[in-house]
């Protein structure tokens, strides 16, 4: 890393920040800033002591990854929806928001899993049966029949 260098914004180098001062600033642990950024959910450069050095704009990201783990979204969407974000400089409004728009899809479609799994697992509470034939819970679209007849568990 150019360590003086400015970006595309003329941030000066004090806007390039540590991996303990972003762990201080987010409150995600130096470890969990490591194993993001192996994810290619985050990025650094290093200076000339070979330390990992965050623009500022990588703030906005951790805090988004922390607001994804904490409503359970996997990693893996959340690099889906990152993926036309760029990481090298500060995203433009409307990066952000097609992000943004993947992110929703993603939201709703979870809604409605969440939704269907409710309306099952109400029906199944009621129920008891327990049957490997007509239970959606114990048996999502009969998966097990591609297995042969007879028990498959339990
Ligand atoms: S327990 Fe009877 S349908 Fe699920």
């Not at 906005?60 to 922390?66: D, E, G, P």
């Not at 728009?101 to 939201?107: D, E, F, G, K, T």
């Not at 490997?132 to 339990?154: I, Q, S, T």
Request: proline share 5%; glycine share 8%; hydrophobic share 40%.
């Amino acid at each position: 890393m150019t360590r003086h260098r400015r970006d595309e914004n003329g941030a000066a180098p004090d806007d390039w920040l540590s991996i303990g001062e972003v762990s201080a600033r987010t409150g995600v642990a130096v470890s969990a800033l490591r194993f993001y950024e192996e994810l290619g959910l985050i990025a650094s450069e290093r200076d000339d002591r070979n330390q990992r050095r965050y623009p500022r704009h990588m703030l906005r990201r951790v805090a988004l990854v922390s607001v994804a783990k904490r409503i359970g979204i996997p990693l893996q969407d959340l690099r889906e929806a990152f993926a036309d974000v760029p990481l090298d400089r500060p995203p433009s409004h409307a990066e952000w928001q097609r992000a943004s728009r993947v992110w929703r899809r993603q939201l709703e479609e979870r809604r409605q899993a969440i939704e269907r799994l409710e309306a099952e697992l109400t029906g199944c509470i009621g129920c008891g049966c327990l049957s490997m034939k007509a239970c959606a819970l114990l048996n999502p679209g009969d998966a097990l029949a591609e297995d042969g007849a007879g028990p498959r568990r339990l």
